[in-house]
């Protein structure tokens, strides 16, 4: 299985940035997918979720409202549309596999290699 995240970057206080994970070698269609996040000397925290089919969807207080994860089966890639990005919100980005909704690592079955979301204020 591999995920292949993309899309990070440098960013000032209030912009956006799209971030896109491509799967490979596991069934996609009946897959949950996830977004997590790591910052220097803390713990990986979760960011977003969504259902095999999509219609299920979950995030954190931190990001709701300001994030939103889709996935496209045909394409085997889930997407994470950031708005109104924070300083806080600067972490490396992890997209993430396994079954049902993705809410805890214990969760997860497989990890990406991660991006670096900066964002300057």
């Known amino acids: 299985v591999q995920l292949q995240a993309s899309g990070g970057g440098l960013v000032q206080a209030g912009g956006s940035l799209r971030l896109s994970c491509a799967a490979s070698g596991v069934t996609f269609r009946s897959t949950g997918m996830g977004w997590f996040r790591q910052a220097p000397g803390k713990e990986r925290k979760f960011v977003a979720t969504i259902s095999w089919s999509g219609t299920t969807t979950y995030y954190p207080d931190s990001v709701k409202g300001r994030f939103t994860i889709s996935r496209d089966n045909a394409k085997n890639t889930v997407l994470l549309q950031m708005n109104s990005l924070k300083p806080e919100d600067t972490a490396l980005y992890y997209c993430?596999?396994?079954?049902?909704?993705?809410?805890?690592?214990?969760?997860?079955?497989?990890w990406g290699q991660g991006t670096q979301v900066t964002v300057s204020s």
């Open positions: 993430a596999a396994g079954r049902g909704l993705l809410i805890s690592a214990g969760d997860v079955n497989y």
